[in-house]
């Protein structure tokens, strides 16, 4: 296994329970679903260290290592109907993710968090939405 995706595997699943947070990039804080990823795949030496980027913005920034079957370390995007990805999770295997969900522009602290039941957590991508589903590894040499 390629030590930066062991390495990110493990940061994620480090957060989980970790509160949501709208706009949110820091561990101490809390996350929104971009935030942490973004977490993430730096700790995988994946992304800079500066820059902040949206679902849909790392999805483009990824755009040349799309995949078809997900696999441990690739980023489940959930996209509208437009086909622009409004939320992104980090693949554990082929059916499960994990991340910062629950919440939206009103979660701002952990109190709103707990009310919205907002937090990092593991679930299945599969039939979880109507959402269409496109991945991407970002630990792919292209």
């Not at 902040?52 to 980023?75: I, M, Q, R, T």
Request: proline letters at 4%; a negative charge; charged letters at 25%.
């Amino acid at each position: 296994m390629d030590n930066r995706l062991e390495w990110a595997t493990l940061t994620a699943i480090h957060y989980i329970g970790e509160s949501y947070k709208w706009a949110g990039d820091d561990p101490m804080a809390g996350f929104d679903c971009s935030g942490f990823v973004i977490e993430i795949l730096r700790s995988g030496n994946i992304l800079p260290l500066k820059g902040d980027w949206s679902a849909a913005e790392l999805f483009d920034y990824f755009k040349n290592k799309v995949e078809l079957n997900p696999c441990e370390g690739c980023l489940v995007f959930f996209c509208g109907i437009n086909t622009v990805p409004f939320h992104v999770e980090y693949c554990l295997d082929k059916d499960f993710s994990i991340g910062a969900s629950g919440g939206d522009s009103r979660t701002v602290d952990i109190n709103m968090a707990i009310k919205q039941n907002a937090y990092v957590k593991i679930r299945t991508f599969r039939n979880r939405s109507s959402a269409l589903l496109k991945f991407v590894n970002p630990f792919k040499e292209v």
